[in-house]
């Protein structure tokens, strides 16, 4: 399968990770980074090692804006909806978007024609709304839980979690065939797989270390494990409805996946408290 570039083109962006992490700030993110006229923007296959590093950006300034209304005295449930909002804002929502896309296209389609219809819908549905008033729930009751931690181990959290969760697209765009022949990812490329191993390295290592140092040795692996089985049930839910995968399956996944990580570190910190 051609994973969409060349050795000339793998020599050619062999050694840019700023450049990098420009075109995945560029395509994950609303920020306005435009390239100074001398630099090529890489392939966008090719970028998306450091998809990880844009994750963490996104996760820390969502972080810092919890703390920050936290620490100026607004409810818990606030300081979480905020930093929720803000983490959006900064996306243009376009995990969320997929989220609510799948949910009502698996949700509502009764074959894959009709899935694959409902994908490029713009409009949202019941499904969508539920999906997206449930997980926007989930993740702010698990913010809260979170705000019992010192303020820079919230930042590290966070960070680590929207990290791997993005690493995870990676590997779900190389491991799995496209669903249809043209859409977002079909744009995007598939990653080779060097690509992804960097990708996955960078997003575990950070997030196992964030979970391992910060909480307890196994936190941070238990996290890991369950944002990839969080993704492995997008995927596979993906290969039955609509034999593959699409841009909407890939931010879908990414929100389950962050979810699950804050799920494991929402429960290692309530733990002590329920047993006392």
């Not at 979690?161 to 190389?174: E, K, P, Q």
């Not at 744009?187 to 307890?216: E, K, Q, V, W, Y």
């Not at 596979?236 to 990580?261: F, N, P, S």
Request: hydrophobic share 55%; charged share 10%; glycine share 10%.
């Amino acid at each position: 399968m051609n994973d969409g570039f060349n050795a000339n083109s793998e020599a050619r962006w062999q050694f840019r990770p700023f450049a990098w992490l420009m075109v995945s700030l560029r395509f994950l993110t609303r920020l306005p980074v435009p390239f100074v006229r001398t630099m090529d923007a890489p392939p966008l296959h090719h970028s998306m090692a450091m998809f990880p590093v844009a994750g963490a950006l996104v996760g820390a300034v969502s972080a810092a804006a919890l703390v920050l209304a936290s620490m100026a005295g607004l409810p818990d449930l606030f300081s979480a909806a905020f930093a929720l909002g803000i983490a959006a804002v900064l996306t243009g929502g376009l995990h969320e978007d997929g989220l609510a896309d799948v949910a009502d296209a698996f949700g509502g389609g009764q074959t894959r024609e009709q899935r694959l219809e409902i994908l490029r819908d713009s409009r949202i549905g019941a499904y969508g709304t539920l999906a997206l008033c449930l997980t926007l729930l989930a993740r702010a009751s698990l913010l809260t839980v979170l705000l019992d931690l010192p303020p820079l181990v919230v930042v590290a959290l966070m960070a680590g979690a929207a990290a791997f969760s993005r690493s995870l697209m990676v590997d779900l765009l190389w491991a799995t065939r496209p669903a249809r022949s043209d859409g977002l990812s079909v744009m995007a490329g598939r990653p080779s797989r060097n690509t992804t191993l960097l990708a996955l390295a960078i997003g575990g290592f950070g997030a196992a270390a964030a979970g391992g140092l910060l909480l307890a040795p196994a936190v941070g692996l238990l996290a890991l494990v369950a944002a990839g089985i969080a993704m492995a049930m997008v995927r596979q839910l993906a290969m039955r409805k609509i034999g593959g995968q699409t841009g909407d399956v890939c931010g879908a996944g990414q929100v389950m996946a962050e979810t699950a990580m804050l799920a494991v570190y929402a429960a290692t910190i309530s733990l002590p408290t329920a047993a006392m």
